[in-house]
């Protein structure tokens, strides 16, 4: 992993990251209140007992391309996993599309009907990505879940992707302690006397919050990566040619 002892620009680093990692996952709804749900909203214990009272709840996915079962890690990321259960219990994702596949990087749905309209959400939850990936959560890596957002990290709603390969740059960065922090690598760099303030504001930072991997499916998931993609609907790009809905999701036994 290549580093620097030197002072990086890092302001002008991370604005152009930001604007890339924008570009990559910003499907998710804009026109929306932007404080995240209160907790209150959203009982995970409440969610977790009424699926079973499992320790890592369970959601099957019948789609037109096969099934795909997630398991999920409430213990990692709890209003997250509480707020994709209840979408799940209130059939948000029955009859949504994956309007967006990227081969080498990740498949995302859960947000479109097959005409293209856009499902109304709940208002958007709190980003957990930092509090996950410090409790022994799963990043970003093959065949896991993970909410997509816009570029504010506490914007999340309904929509979501699967990873199809490693993908490091999304995950979420841990600030070390101090004030200015010492020293902090970002996307193979390291960066030393950064006001903590700075690195606290800053959204490229927070990366993507990961809930839970397929744990049955993956070929499907494979399936659904390889498809050809164009345009479709608002998209100009990376819709695949043969729609692929969700027909049903369920809580697994």
């Known amino acids: 992993m290549q580093t620097t002892s030197k002072t990086t620009p890092f302001k002008k680093v991370m604005s152009c990251l930001f604007v890339s990692l924008s570009l990559l996952l910003s499907f998710e709804t804009t026109g929306q209140t932007t404080n995240p749900s209160d907790a209150s909203t959203l009982n995970p214990s ?10 890592y709840p369970k ?15 409430p213990d990692k990321a709890p209003k997250t ?5 209840q979408y799940v219990k209130e059939k948000h994702y029955d ?29 958007p939850i709190a980003h957990e990505g930092r509090q996950a990936v410090a409790s022994g959560g799963p990043r970003n890596t093959v065949g896991t879940i993970a909410m997509a957002r816009t570029g504010d990290p506490n914007s999340a709603t309904a929509q979501f992707f699967i990873n199809v390969k ?4 999304l ?29 606290e ?16 499916g993956m070929d499907t998931v494979e399936k659904i990566k390889l498809l050809p993609t164009g345009s479709g609907g608002a998209f100009p790009t990376d819709v695949p040619k043969t729609m692929v809905v969700i027909q049903s999701a369920t809580v697994s036994p």
Request: proline share 7%.
């Open 171 to 199: 995950d979420p960065v841990i600030i070390p302690p101090g004030d200015p922090v010492p020293s902090i690598e970002f996307n193979g760099r390291v960066y030393k006397n950064i006001a903590r303030a700075q690195l």
């Open 46 to 55: 409440a969610e977790i007992k009424g699926s079973g009272n499992t320790k």
């Open 166 to 169: 490693d993908n490091p740059n």
């Open 95 to 123: 009859g949504t599309i994956f309007h967006r596949v990227i081969n080498d990087f990740m498949i995302q749905g859960g947000g479109f009907d097959t005409r293209f309209y856009e499902r109304k959400t709940r208002p």
């Open 201 to 216: 504001q800053a959204p490229q930072l927070y990366g993507y919050t990961v809930f839970g991997k397929v744990i049955s």
């Open 59 to 73: 959601v099957k996915f019948v789609t037109t391309q096969g099934e795909i079962i997630i398991e999920l890690y």
């Open 81 to 85: 996993v509480a707020n994709f259960l």
